[in-house]
């Protein structure tokens, strides 16, 4: 059986802790193991300064230019093998094949981005960030902000849900400030990353020391981080607000992004009448976010805002839709949703179902389980019926607004169909990801995308024209920024040059205009 393994400090490195077996959450079947404790005490310092020196060196010698060319290769490179990672996915993910396409080509097509972004930037090695501005009554005095890269190494910790994406999306930005990454995998879904890490490895596109690749736990890694390195977070708040609050990250002002839970809304307009474009728009992407990776989606609509008159329909259409998917082996090509990743998170998924159902009633789904999932022998399998529940009052019902149900589980809220309302409502889930709203009238959305942007990272207007033209609210893009405010973990990634602001220091420097013209004239480095 496959072992995953760490790479860190330049070679494969196994501890001798106790392993852990890594299943197929459709059949239960094992498909690889974690490496136990696969680097010994003790070398974690060992670990990070090779990472440091090593790769920082080697990366910080480049220019944007020549650091977006290896992004760019990271790209092509997880693009020639996307069907092998998109088997693993489907064996260890439980994911269909949209879902592992949806997950692996989001993985290239971040890296394609930020390649592009870096040779846009061209041959120099700091960015110049605004115009020179006088600070005196003297014109000869001036200052300059740039920005270099930190001197450190980023720790990014990830989520299972999207291995191949999450792991990605933060290495191109980080790799392209020219910060050397250790990256770590959540276990359960590790094989996907760490095929993508032998990959790397085999390939040799990056320096050594520039990626490094952590299975299983990290010890005592944060331990040895300083004020020059960073430490990126995506998983649940509560594993966020630990790792946050660890002392040596406090002491040593470790810089932290943290991508957390969101309670995702998606708000129909009263306008949109239910043969309109607008209408269908909105109904496809409620399903698709149910369904897709089978809910487990940092992004997924978990909130659906229906004016009251309108939730008769909206019920009846959603419900005929979720009847006729499939549930069962995602491999099989007439399987729509696959199971979810773990025993773990069957458990979690259906006691949230339980805890949502004591203010809401199911619409469909019940409590979650299924009688039989297709292609699958009876009894196995993690897997979840997908739920749709409605609120009981609106007004009073608080757990809609408070837990996070990391599955393909979405509740409907009746509001009046004013802006103001929905935007009250939305508001309480605390701060999201990104929420959506579908009207055709301008007016309305104006209301909301001004009522809910001080509340979301990103905002989504789905109109009837923009049918067939645009990827629904679940999708990141690099060109976006990605990330919320509050409940959503308070960070900030991606959104093209916006996300290499936190791998790199900012620094204003004030002093004589003709050499800091001369310094820092970003035409001069061309
Ligand atoms: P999790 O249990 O918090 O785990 C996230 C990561 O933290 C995993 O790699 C895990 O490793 C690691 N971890 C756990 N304890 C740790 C510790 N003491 N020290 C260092 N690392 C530790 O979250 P999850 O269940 O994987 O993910 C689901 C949650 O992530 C959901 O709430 C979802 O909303 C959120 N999410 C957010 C985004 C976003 O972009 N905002 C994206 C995806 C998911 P192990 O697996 O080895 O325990």
């Given at each position: 059986m496959k072992t995953v393994r760490s790479y860190v400090a330049g070679a494969w490195a196994e501890g001798g802790g106790k392993a852990q077996t890594l299943v197929n959450p459709a059949t239960e079947e094992p498909v690889a193991e974690v490496a136990g404790g696969s680097i010994d005490s003790g070398d974690w310092g060992r670990v990070v300064t090779h990472a440091r020196t090593r790769g920082g060196e080697a990366l910080r010698a480049l220019t944007f230019a020549e650091r977006g060319q290896l992004v760019k290769a990271l790209s092509k490179l997880v693009h020639a093998n996307r069907d092998e990672l998109i088997a693993l996915a489907i064996a260890n993910g439980g994911n269909t094949r949209g879902d592992a396409k949806f997950d692996i080509d989001g993985a290239s097509g971040t890296l394609a981005a930020y390649g592009e972004v870096g040779i846009a930037l061209g041959k120099t090695k700091f960015l110049v960030d605004g115009d020179a501005a006088q600070l005196t009554r003297s014109v000869r005095f001036v200052g300059q902000h740039i920005a270099v890269p930190r001197q450190g190494v980023a720790v990014h910790i990830n989520a299972f849900n999207f291995p191949a994406w999450g792991m990605m999306e933060k290495a191109a930005v980080a790799l392209l400030a020219g910060v050397p990454v250790i990256t770590k995998p959540a276990t359960s879904t590790a094989l996907v990353a760490h095929r993508m890490m032998e990959l790397v490895v085999e390939a040799k596109i990056l320096p050594e020391g520039a990626l490094s690749f952590v299975a299983g736990s990290v010890g005592d890694?944060?331990?040895?981080?300083?004020?020059?390195d960073v430490l990126a977070f995506t998983g649940s708040s509560d594993t966020a607000q630990m790792l946050r609050g660890q002392k040596d990250v406090v002491a040593q002002s470790v810089r932290v992004n943290v991508e957390a839970d969101s309670l995702n809304a998606a708000v129909l307009g009263r306008d949109l009448a239910r043969d309109s474009e607008g209408y269908s728009l909105f109904v496809a992407d409620v399903l698709r976010d149910m369904t897709q990776k089978a809910g487990q989606k940092c992004t997924a609509i978990r909130r659906v805002l229906v004016p009251a008159e309108m939730v008769d329909a909206v019920k009846e259409d959603l419900t005929e839709r979720l009847g006729a998917m499939k549930v069962g082996d995602p491999s099989r090509e007439d399987v729509g949703m696959g199971p979810v990743a773990t025993k773990k998170q069957q458990e979690d998924v259906r006691a949230g179902i339980a805890r949502l159902r004591e203010e809401a009633d199911s619409v469909f789904g019940g409590d979650g389980s299924v009688a039989e999932a297709v292609g699958v022998p009876k009894g196995k399998g993690f897997f979840v019926s997908p739920v749709l529940l409605q609120v009981r009052d609106a007004k009073t019902a608080t757990r809609v607004h408070a837990h996070e149900v990391f599955g393909p589980v979405s509740t409907l809220i009746p509001y009046s169909g004013e802006a103001k309302d929905a935007v009250a409502i939305v508001a309480r889930g605390g701060g999201g990801l990104v929420s959506s709203v579908y009207s055709d009238d301008r007016a309305f959305l104006g209301d909301m995308a001004f009522g809910l942007a001080p509340h979301h990272g990103r905002l989504f207007l789905g109109s009837s024209k923009l049918a067939g033209h645009a990827v629904g609210p679940g999708t990141v893009l690099p060109q976006l920024v990605h990330g919320g405010p509050g409940r959503a973990g308070g960070g900030e990634e991606l959104g093209s040059l916006r996300g290499l602001a936190f791998y790199l220091q900012r620094t204003a420097i004030a002093g004589d205009k003709p050499i800091l013209e001369a310094l820092f004239n970003p035409k001069s480095e061309d």
């Open positions: 890694l944060l331990a040895h981080l300083g004020g020059q």
